[in-house]
């Protein structure tokens, strides 16, 4: 993360965000899982490298232990996507500790060099156990001073690596930060974050789902980028100076790119990126990648809970050129 987007943060209110919830996917975000594919899938299938990775933000006066929950982690369950049959494993790796995030490899986007940076403290890996079919698995507890102080953030990072390590399945998932070992409890101002995400979409066309990336005030441009979105529906970009911008949407098995100019209304506030699956014909099971740069090449985060909350266009801004 550039070194201006960490001055930006010192600014602003942190612990001003709206509502406490940890889930990951998040309410507001609409998304229904998390997917990760084992290492022997085509990457048509939806995920372009069988590895993602999250970050959850702990504040510096939460001195109680946390817990990342994993809710169905093994592949084979009800919401999992077979392929033939049923021969996946996903490892879930915690990680703490210098390192963990500030580590440029930990912050791109395709598992390479040092990204699995800082300290392992817990891991276990999953396959077709029937026991954890729509059941929680708890990693913990930690204390948070284990994370990656992070003064800019005003509080620890931990790191949680999902990676398929054997077969083609796709593994379909969700986390959540609590304070209970068996229980989802959120703690008050924490957040999580991830620099790209493959997620799964609903089937209903009537279901639009969003993610959240946060602009800073030295945001010149952003280069968004989609994979595998199968031409299923559109994609907008909203923020409060867009109404609806339409991004180029990618097909089966390809990247897509779209470069913006950031508005200075922009700046400090998080985009929108909406995602609107088209009636007909209907596409089931669609899995999408996404990322975003600014104009440096750096990623730039998606978080859970939009900081500044949802953006809101504002007409009164007035009616602005379409920019690439």
Known sequence: MNKSFLISLLAFPW????????????????????????????TSWGDDDFS??????????????????????????????????WNTKTNFSVYGGTGAHSDPDAQ??????????GNLLASRTFGNEPEWNNRWYTFGPFNPAEGEFQEQFGGNVFKIIAEGVEGNDGNLYRYFLSTEPDQNIPIEGANAFAYEYTFRLWDDPGEVSHIYPY???????????????????????????????????????????????????EHNTSLDIQFHKQ???????????????????????FYVIPIGGVPQYRPTIGVRPRNN
Do not use: M
């Open 15 to 42: 612990f001003c965000l709206n509502g406490f919830s940890q889930a990951v996917p998040a309410p507001l975000e609409n998304i229904p899982f998390l997917v990760t594919f084992g290492p022997d899938a085509c």
């Open 279 to 301: 009636k007909s014909p209907a596409i089931r099971n669609n899995n999408v990648v996404i990322n975003i740069r600014n104009q440096y090449d750096e990623t730039l985060p």
């Open 215 to 265: 602009i800073d005030e030295h945001t010149i441009s952003v280069r968004i980028s989609n994979f595998d979105w199968d031409n299923d529906g559109t994609i907008r970009l909203v923020s409060v100076a867009r109404q609806g911008q339409e991004l180029t949407v990618s097909g089966d098995n390809v990247w897509e790119h779209d470069r913006f100019a950031i508005f200075p209304e």
């Open 52 to 85: 993602q990775a999250f970050f959850f933000l702990i504040p510096e006066g939460h001195t109680q232990p946390i817990y990342i929950r994993v809710f169905d982690p093994g592949t084979g369950g009800d919401h999992d996507e077979i392929n033939v049959f």
């Open 108 to 117: 791109e986007v395709d598992p390479v060099g040092n990204y699995r940076s």
